[in-house]
Nanobody, 120 residues
């Protein structure tokens, strides 16, 4: 069983930055691929970024060049650094986990989400 808790969301102006954190309560965090998704009102949940247990990563097309995913296996934490934020990035951001060697885009465990709002 994996418990995930996101933090770091908030209100920011367009062009600004935020860093989301996701703390995992799990015995073997380093065995899990981790990911971030977002869901805007009225839209389906969308893949943002994923990272393997060794650090290989994959980004969604809409965030390439602006967002970075990273992890600290000593702290059981995954991060999403979001730069040059746009109003269309406004959404609830969810952390996710799956026991996997490689980067994945489907996950088994989910956090509760943290709201990111970007004003124009």
């Amino acid at each position: 069983q994996v418990q995930l808790q996101e933090s770091g969301g908030g209100l920011v102006q367009a062009g600004g930055s935020l860093r989301l954190s996701c703390a995992a309560i799990v015995r073997t965090f380093s065995s899990y691929a981790m990911g971030w998704f977002c869901q805007a009102p009225g839209k389906e949940r969308e893949f943002v970024a994923g990272i393997s247990r060794s650090g290989s990563n994959k980004l969604g097309d809409s965030v390439k060049g602006r967002f970075t995913i990273s992890r600290d296996n000593t702290k059981n934490t995954v991060y999403l650094q979001m730069n040059n934020l746009k109003p269309e990035d406004t959404a609830v951001y969810y952390c996710a986990a799956k026991r996997s060697i490689v980067v994945v885009t489907t996950y088994d465990y989910w956090g509760q989400g943290t709201q990111v709002t970007v004003s124009s």
